[in-house]
Every structure is written in structure tokens, then in C-alpha cells.
């Protein structure tokens, strides 16, 4: 979606010998969405479509960020918004639809590869360390809300939230609210505005939705 | 035994990075203490680095946590004023009951030591005046507690519970400080043990509380 000719074309033509597995089907934001697994988008299309600040916008499921600009902050930030996973435009096809297949089994994948060559002994693919949950609740968690509020706004029970909140808290090795909460801002989980009451509304979307 | 409402609060809100179930650690001691002592009616745990408290009662026992005791301290002194000579240990013992909670004739508290160091107090409320008697070993063996530093009937007038009660609202405080320590540290470039020092040091140098300094940082960093 919010695709160029040039890379709409390229990528059926880059997967086309591997439509056993994958198939591209071309989805416009004004027509109907179509069946799929996944949805590609282009994470600047985006940032143009909103404006120079970086406005979250609400995603639903299975949504990968398919991207140019594989920076940190730029992976942070989508990953933030609740894609399910962050895929680079340099991947060479093999590697693109190994990718793909994962995050459609569920796996969160972040493979933010820039086209330059990488260390012998450097993982090809980075994951990210949260599940959608956990980084929804993470996120919650960095801007103030308690932990009912959390169960209330997940559809949680109280219990699973702690759980969450723990098992977040052993992947990022942290061992108190407040380290957590300077991860989550490194990290690009605290969007600047969402520390009220409001809470970070585009996680939540995308994981409920 | 019930939870106290509060202490159901805060352990819904209270995550504990050792303690996977709380609860189940309350329900547990409960149930060793009930088959040492049956006429326990009441039971507090305190995690000493947290300061928190939580606190199960027996409300079938008379037992009730919005019950005022039996009678206040403030009003003792006012109603019937203290002798002015020392009291013997009886004596002393009948004056705590008779300012003792409403349910409560005696207690116990349980310290638990780990690698030297107090981390849990147990306390222990029964109904009679001697419930504890001859079964404090066997209260420490049960409950893994150090039996040097059992104390008996040093609160007749169920203190905990008013600790329980105060619980929620610390940790509501203790959220705000973490966050606002969070976007300290990312602010400054700090780690957050030296992003609470200097948020410390603000609410001092200010006059105000640590919470009231959270929510100032809260609101211009976030």
C-alpha cells in the first residue's frame, strides 16, 4: 500500500518464483482490503501522509513495516506503532520471504539490513526482544498507567498483565519500573504526548484489532 | 481469611520480580498458621524492602478491619489517665488488651532472615490471650522464621493493618516516581539510580515531597 509502480513491480517480480509460498496481492488504502496474511507498508509513506511529526497511526494486525530507512529509530518507532515486524527493501528475495514466513507464523521479526555487508558473526536477523503483548504492555507501562488499567485496556486478566510485565522485563533485563521505563523510551515506546492517561493508543489498536 | 480490599489492590498492582504469586505466598503462611494456631483471626505479611504490607482476616471471627479498636489510645488517656509509676509486665500486658484491636487478645511477629538480613515480618493475630502459647516453634519451623526475634503482643493494636490499608496509595506514589525517574534518566543521559538521587535532591532543595517533584518531571519531560 502507498507503494511506487517501481517497487510494486520489482517485488512481485523479486517473489513471483517463489508463489508457492507467497503471493503479492496490490492493496490501495481507498479500495477494499484485500484477503492476506500480511500487510506490507512503507513506513515514510506515512510519515508524509501525517505530517513531519510522527503521528502514530492505528494499524491492524499482521501489519510490516517494508522499509528504505532500516535505522534504529526508524525501526523503533514502527515497531512502537504495533507492526508485527520490520523488514528491509535490501533483502535479497530468499531472505525477505524467510522473514515474511515467520511473522506470519507469529514470530516478531525485525531484520533491518542495510545493503551493506555484515560481520561474519553478526545474527542476519535481529529480533526484536518483546512479543505484541508485552510491548503493548511495556509501552502502557513507561507512560504511567497501573496495572488494572493496563488489564482494563488489554482485556486482560490482572494476572496475565503481571505476567507480561515480568516476562518483559527478563527479555530486556531490567529489574525495576523505572529502568523499564528508560528501555521503553530508548526504544521509541513512549511517544512524546502519550505519558497521561490516554496511554499509547496505537499499540493497543494494533494488537486488539 | 479475607483479603483486606486494599491489600487486594496492591497486590494487583505490586509485581514482584522474585515472588511470582504473592497470594499464594499469603494463603500458604495462612494455612500453616491456622493449623498451629486455630484461633488465629488474623494475619499480616511485610516485605521489608518494599515496606508493604498485606494483610488477610478472619471476619467471621469479629475480626473487621473497618471496626475501629476496642478503644483508641487518644481516648484512654483522656477517659482513665495512666498511673505515673512503672508498670510490671501484667499489668502493662492488660493495658495493651484494653486498647487492643476488636477480636484481637494476643500476637506474634516473625521476623524471616535471608542470607542475614530480614525480609519478611510475620505477624499473627488470635483471639484468645494465650493462642500463641508453647506453639511458637512450631510457627517458626513451619514458616522458616527466626525464632530469636519473635516478639509477642507488641501489636494488640493491629498496626498492620493500617499499614495494609496505606498500601495502595504508596504505590500509586511509588509508580510516579519510577516513570518520572525513567524520563529522568533518558532526559539527563543518567542511569536511574542517579536519575532518583537527582530527583531527590530537587524535591529537597525545593521543599516539596518526592512525588510532588515526580509529577513536576513527569509533566515537563514526558
Known amino acids: ?106 514470530r516478531v521479526v525485525v531484520d533491518a539490513w542495510n545493503g ?57 533485563e531490567v529489574t525495576s519500573r523505572s529502568q523499564a521505563v528508560l528501555w521503553a523510551i530508548q526504544h521509541g515506546l513512549l511517544v512524546s504526548g502519550e505519558s497521561d492517561v490516554e496511554g499509547p493508543r496505537t499499540v493497543k489498536q494494533a494488537v486488539r484489532a | 481469611m479475607e483479603l483486606l480490599p486494599q491489600s487486594r489492590e496492591a497486590l494487583d498492582e505490586y509485581v514482584a520480580p522474585s515472588i511470582d504469586d504473592v ?57 482513665d489517665p495512666e498511673p505515673d509509676y512503672a508498670l510490671d509486665e501484667g499489668e502493662w500486658a492488660d493495658m495493651a488488651r484494653e486498647r487492643a484491636f476488636e477480636g484481637i487478645a494476643s500476637t506474634v511477629c516473625l521476623p524471616v532472615v535471608e542470607e542475614g538480613r530480614a525480609v519478611l515480618n510475620i505477624d499473627l493475630y488470635a483471639s484468645t490471650a494465650h493462642a500463641f502459647h508453647d506453639r511458637i516453634e512450631e510457627l517458626v519451623a513451619a514458616l522458616g522464621a527466626w525464632q530469636a526475634g519473635a516478639v509477642t503482643n507488641a501489636d494488640l493494636g ?22 518520572a525517574v525513567g524520563l529522568i534518566a533518558a532526559s539527563v543521559g543518567v542511569t536511574t539510580d542517579d536519575a532518583e538521587v537527582l530527583l531527590r535532591q530537587a524535591a529537597e532543595q525545593a521543599g516539596i515531597l518526592e512525588r510532588q517533584a515526580a509529577s513536576v518531571a513527569r509533566w515537563l519531560l514526558a
Open chain 2, 23 to 79: 497470594e499464594g505466598l499469603l494463603r500458604v503462611i495462612e494455612g500453616w498458621a491456622v493449623r498451629a494456631v486455630p484461633e488465629c483471626v488474623a494475619l499480616s505479611v511485610t516485605l521489608l524492602d518494599e515496606d508493604l504490607t498485606f494483610t488477610l482476616v478472619d471476619t467471621a471471627a469479629g475480626v473487621d478491619g473497618s471496626r475501629p479498636p476496642a478503644r483508641q489510645a487518644g481516648e484512654q488517656h483522656h477517659a
Open chain 1, 116 to 172: 551493506q555487508p555484515e560481520d561474519a558473526g553478526r545474527p542476519k536477523a535481529d529480533k526484536w526482544p518483546l512479543t505484541h503483548r508485552e510491548t503493548e504492555v511495556l509501552s502502557m507501562i513507561a507512560s504511567g498507567l497501573a496495572n488494572r488499567e493496563i488489564a482494563e485496556r488489554t482485556n486482560l486478566s490482572i494476572n496475565s498483565v503481571k505476567s507480561y510485565i515480568r516476562g518483559a522485563y527478563a527479555k530486556i
Open chain 2, 158 to 179: 493491629f498496626d498492620t493493618l493500617r499499614r495494609a490499608e496505606a498500601a495502595p496509595e504508596r504505590l500509586r506514589e511509588q509508580r510516579l516516581v519510577d516513570v
Open chain 1, 1 to 106: 500500500m502507498d507503494e511506487s509502480e517501481l517497487v510494486m513491480h520489482g517485488l512481485r517480480a523479486m517473489l513471483e518464483p517463489h508463489s508457492a509460498v507467497i503471493t503479492v496481492v496490490p492493496h490501495r488504502p481507498d479500495g477494499p482490503a484485500p484477503l492476506s496474511d500480511l500487510t506490507l507498508y512503507e513506513p515514510s509513506a506515512h510519515r508524509r501522509a501525517t505530517g513531519a511529526r510522527a503521528v502514530p497511526q492505528r494499524f491492524p494486525t499482521r501489519m510490516v513495516a517494508f522499509g528504505w530507512d532500516c535505522s534504529p529509530e526508524a525501526v523503533s518507532t514502527e515497531m512502537s506503532r504495533g507492526a508485527a515486524g520490520f523488514v528491509s527493501k535490501w533483502l535479497p528475495a530468499r531472505r525477505l520471504i524467510w522473514n515474511l514466513l515467520q511473522i506470519a507464523e507469529g
